[in-house]
Structure formats: C-alpha cells, structure tokens
T-cell receptor, first 115, second 115 residues
Framework: AQSVAQPEDQVNVAEGNPLTVKCTYS??????LFWYVQYPNRGLQFLLK??????LVKGSYGFEAEFNKSQTSFHLKKPSALVSDSALYFC?????????????FGKGTRLSVIA | DGGITQSPKYLFRKEGQNVTLSCEQN?????MYWYRQDPGQGLRLIYY???????QKGDIAEGYSVSREKKESFPLTVTSAQKNPTAFYLC??????????????FGSGTRLTVV
C-alpha cells in the first residue's frame, strides 16, 4: 500500500528566511512524487515532481524539493520565504510500477510566512 | 483556455436530498478523479475513471455515485445515503490513465453544505 506522511500540520517562518515542509512516503518500488499548493477555496496547483534523475528538483515560484531514497523523504524547500507563499501544501505519491492507481495525498501542511 | 470547470462553486443540500456536482474538462484528458477534502484530513479519493463508461471506487465511495458517459464529463452525485456530506469536493484529471509525468490538473472545487 502507498502512503504519505506530512508530520507538521503547521509551519511558521519569517519572511526572508528559508523554509522546509517535510514529507515522507511509503511505496513498493520506485516512487513518483509530487508537491501541490492550495490557496483558500481553490483547487490544488502543481509545484513540482520527481520521477527519475537528479535528487534536487526545481519547480514553480522558486520552490525546490530534495528526494532522499534512503530516508524515503521528499522535503519541499525555498531559500527565502515570501508572505505570498502562505498556503496549504500537499505531498503526493504513486508507485512507479503500480499500473494506473491514483495519487495518494498527505494530510497537508499549512505554511504561514510572517512579515 | 483549457482547464477543468466545477460547478456550482457553493451548493446547499437538504436532509434526504440527492445533489449532483458537475465536472467538465476540455483538456482531452483520459482519466478523471473525485476527491473529498475535510479540514486536517487531506484529500480522500471517492471515485475515479480511466476511460469512458468505466469507473472504480476509491477509499470512501459509500453514499456517492458517478457516471462517465463522455470523456469531458465526470459528474458526482451525493446521495441521501451519505450521512456527512458537508465538505469541499475537488475534481481532477490527467492525460494518461494515471498521473504519469503530468500529475493532476484540478478544478476550483465545490463546497457542499447540508442545511
């Protein structure tokens, strides 16, 4: 079975400071990993994905994520946070060899960037 | 512009009433999904469809029904059997039978409230 854990319900960071939103996963075999962002009363927007290749993935709005196979983690990072980054962030996973199974999402982490 | 349209944005249901949420996409995507979002619980899969005239139950299908008569449309009916339907409902689609390299494209959601 596939699963995703986002251990922090809320992350608070000062504007200009680096941010990290944590994600760990469990799948059989190699993973497809995704990060999405959600603003209030809106759908989710794609930020970045990891399929294969470099462990550091760059995405939209200056975000990046680091894939760590040994720790089964895919933490989202940004060097300098903006107030406009405040939103709900979701990590999602699907096993590479799982056929057509849907993505499994974490419970989300609310990021609050304080001016 | 291509995208996914969910309607209505807000919906109110009386006790014992069935309601239908609309999801239409003009992206020529093959697969479509319905998720339910509750605070602190992330996204839970209700139903998904990989091709026209075929669909599969997700983790929380009880009290819901769907149809996929056209590639562009995947309506969700919340029946009176769903005892706690108040939630935010999200529709998503992908161009392949599964997330593949694309991840999901999400609609803007429908907020359903029981009155």
């Amino acid at each position: 079975a596939q699963s995703v854990a986002q251990p922090e319900d809320q992350v608070n960071v000062a504007e200009g400071n680096p941010l990290t939103v944590k994600c760990t996963y469990s799948v059989s075999g190699n993973p497809y990993l995704f990060w999405y962002v959600q603003y209030p009363n809106r759908g989710l927007q794609f930020l970045l994905k990891y399929i294969t290749g470099d462990n550091l993935v760059k995405g939209s709005y200056g975000f990046e994520a680091e894939f760590n196979k040994s720790q089964t983690s895919f933490h989202l990072k940004k060097p300098s946070a903006l107030v406009s980054d405040s939103a709900l962030y979701f990590c999602a996973v699907r096993a590479l060899n799982s056929g057509n199974t849907p993505l499994v999402f974490g419970k989300g982490t609310r990021l609050s960037v304080i001016a | 512009d291509g995208g996914i349209t969910q309607s209505p944005k807000y919906l109110f249901r009386k006790e014992g009433q069935n309601v239908t949420l609309s999801c239409e996409q003009n992206l020529n995507h093959d697969a479509m999904y319905w998720y339910r979002q509750d605070p602190g619980q992330g996204l839970r899969l209700i139903y998904y469809s990989q091709i026209v005239n075929d669909f599969q139950k997700g983790d929380i299908a009880e009290g819901y029904s769907v149809s996929r008569e056209k590639k562009e449309s995947f309506p969700l009916t919340v029946t009176s059997a769903q005892k706690n339907p108040t939630a935010f409902y999200l529709c998503a689609s992908t161009p392949l039978p599964g997330p593949g390299d694309y991840g999901y494209t999400f609609g803007s959601g429908t907020r359903l409230t029981v009155v």
